[in-house]
T-cell receptor, first 116, second 110 residues
């Protein structure tokens, strides 16, 4: 199947700093990318849907100024956690979908963010 | 709004025993349902989707619209089946978003 990578896999930062997480589709062009957040022992919660070349659509309760998403190309989407605080510590997972109509979502390995 | 319910957080079975992971959904439209699996230290991956009516790794799942269920079944559990299993519902209308259940951790006891 198609491969989606995330970088970094793990990041530790101080409170107040910003962190950028990259999501790349390695062998296909991703029309749509999705960003999820997963708390320990809980399910994946969709944060936002990102379409290439347009603004991301955020789910209710997700602060768009806090979680900046950029989908500048068909193979790259970035999530920037701005002014991170300890409560932002979580596991962030992206997925990518190719083409129009339904196509399978391929998931990245996730990024563990710890804010001190 | 759509919802996916997996009532069991943890399910332990002995090797060779049958397995059934429960999933119920709530959705006003025509549902498309999936099972995803996450093995230890690995990424989430698609196990099967109801429209394919396929059997993957011995697992099957039948969509029951009357009971709004999509339970995952396997007649004989193997140790390598131990993993987290997530049921997911696809919402259409151009968004193709997945709504996930909370997941069930399957532990197969040797």
């Amino acid at each position: 199947g198609a491969v989606v990578s995330q970088h970094p896999s793990r990041v530790i930062c101080k409170s107040g700093t910003s962190v950028k997480i990259e999501c790349r589709s390695l062998d296909f062009q991703a029309t749509t990318m999705f960003w999820y957040r997963q708390f320990p022992k809980q399910s994946l919660m969709l944060m936002a849907t990102s379409n290439e070349g347009s603004k991301a659509t955020y789910e209710q309760g997700v602060e768009k100024d806090k979680f900046l998403i950029n989908h500048a190309s068909l193979t790259l989407s970035t999530l920037t956690v701005t002014s991170a605080h300890p409560e932002d510590s979580s596991f962030y997972i992206c997925s990518a979908r190719a083409g129009q109509g339904y196509n399978e979502q391929f998931f990245g390995p996730g990024t563990r963010l710890t804010v001190l | 709004a759509q919802r996916v319910t997996q009532p069991e957080k943890l399910l332990s079975v002995f090797k060779g025993a049958p397995v059934e992971l429960k999933c119920n959904y709530s959705y006003s439209g025509s549902p498309e349902l999936f099972w995803y699996v996450q093995y230890s230290r690995q990424r989430l991956q698609l196990l099967l989707r109801h429209i394919s009516r396929e059997s993957i790794k011995g697992f099957t799942a039948d969509l029951n619209k009357g009971e709004t269920s999509f339970h995952l079944k396997k007649p004989f559990a193997q140790e390598e089946d131990s993993a987290m299993y997530y049921c997911a519902l696809l919402s259409g209308a151009g968004s193709y978003q997945l709504t996930f259940g909370k997941g069930t951790k399957l532990s197969v006891i040797p």
